[in-house]
Nanobody, 114 residues
Framework: VQLQASGGGLVQSGGSLRLSCTAS????????MGWFRQAPGAQRELVAT???????NYADSMRGRFTIYRGSAENVVYLQMNSLKPEDTAVYYC?????????WGQGTQVTVSS
């Protein structure tokens, strides 16, 4: 399984970005897919996940600002990020989970300036 994350960049506080995660296979083959992030000096943390049935889960600090959803293609998951804050600055990683293991993408940098 290969995951390709893209869409990061530099944005001003209050702005928006949309991240994309493209999987090498159908996302419906995974138990869930999700986004995690890691800021400098911090541990990797959950951003949001989406299960095969469409059930979503968000970290408290992202709920209401971020939306995870599947694209029309069967192998893409998006993370729409609105009202971005400087504390959202991090490398964002896409993750896919199957019963036999987890897979990670290479990460995409998101920088929010104040």
């Amino acid at each position: 399984v290969q995951l390709q994350a893209s869409g990061g960049g530099l944005v001003q506080s209050g702005g928006s970005l949309r991240l994309s995660c493209t999987a090498s296979g159908s996302i419906f083959s995974f138990v869930y897919m999700g986004w995690f992030r890691q800021a400098p000096g911090a541990q990797r943390e959950l951003v949001a996940t989406i299960r095969g049935g469409g059930l979503t889960n968000y970290a408290d600090s992202m709920r209401g600002r971020f939306t995870i959803y599947r694209g029309s293609a069967e192998n893409v998951v998006y993370l729409q990020m609105n009202s971005l804050k400087p504390e959202d600055t991090a490398v964002y990683y896409c993750k896919a989970s199957r019963s036999n293991g987890d897979y990670w993408g290479q990460g995409t940098q998101v920088t929010v300036s104040s």
